[in-house]
């Protein structure tokens, strides 16, 4: 079953509103892991092939999936604009916590997950430390740094997130040195997983090497959050 939204969301400062989209998806009867929030990354928008394929799998294991676009995404598609830049952090956390209420009351869970991929695990986690409702974690691809600038990294927050939390990097991913993060993890305020997908980059695109399909790394990838779910219940 799936729900098509619009959630009024009014920037910090903004004196307009102005709707976000939404989609909540859930299998027959409630959902049997309660709420996850699918946040995407910043080249994506909520009904990108990666995040719809993902959102699938999330129901089928049980969860009830809200997903949503960030202000400058639907921004974008309102322009017919292929990209602008990401909103000012502020916004962008306004926006997710925004999506985040609606997520509650939808699906009834007072603490539901927090998943995202790139841009969207990272602004999970910020909204985590700040003790946002959250059972925890599932962070796709999270961006430790930009890309080729490995000092610059963004765990700064990580001391202060105290829900479980599960990693699922690709070990050639250019935003995310795999030793920088392991460092930041030793860091984290809660119990943390770190899964490494062997030579899948950002995208969880793989090597011909591998001999894994794209079926191959989402299985993976669901199998993962499967695990870990059961074990954070």
């Known amino acids: ?4 939204l619009e959630l009024p969301f009014r920037a910090p400062g ?8 939404a989609l909540y998806e859930q299998g027959n009867g409630a959902p049997a ?8 990354g910043a080249g994506y928008d909520m009904e990108s092939p990666f995040m719809a394929r993902l959102a699938a799998g999330l129901v089928e294991l049980g969860f009830g999936v809200l997903r949503f676009n960030y202000p400058y995404r639907e921004r974008a598609l309102r322009a017919r604009k292929r990209m602008l830049p990401p909103d000012p952090r502020a916004e962008l956390e306004a926006a997710h916590a925004l999506a985040l209420g609606e997520l509650v009351r939808r699906s009834g869970d007072p603490r539901p997950w927090l998943a995202g991929k790139s841009l969207g695990a990272r602004i999970s986690t910020l909204l985590a430390a700040k003790d946002h409702p959250c059972r925890g974690l599932l962070l796709f691809g999270y961006p430790l740094h930009p890309a080729g600038q490995p000092e610059k990294e963004r765990s700064e927050h990580f001391p202060a997130i105290a829900q479980p939390a599960l990693f699922l990097q690709g ?6 040195e795999v030793e920088r993060l392991q460092a930041a993890l030793a860091r984290f305020g809660g119990p943390v997983v770190l899964e490494l997908l062997e030579t899948a980059d950002h995208s969880f695109k793989t090597l011909k090497k591998s ?6 790394v989402f299985a993976w990838l669901l199998e993962r959050v499967d695990r870990f779910a059961t074990s954070h219940p």
């Open 171 to 176: 070990t050639r991913d250019d935003l995310c």
């Open 1 to 4: 079953m799936q729900t098509r």
């Open 33 to 40: 892991r309660g709420g996850l929030l699918l946040a995407h």
């Open 14 to 21: 903004a004196a307009e509103v102005a709707p976000l989209s």
């Open 211 to 216: 001999k894994m399909s794209e079926e191959d």
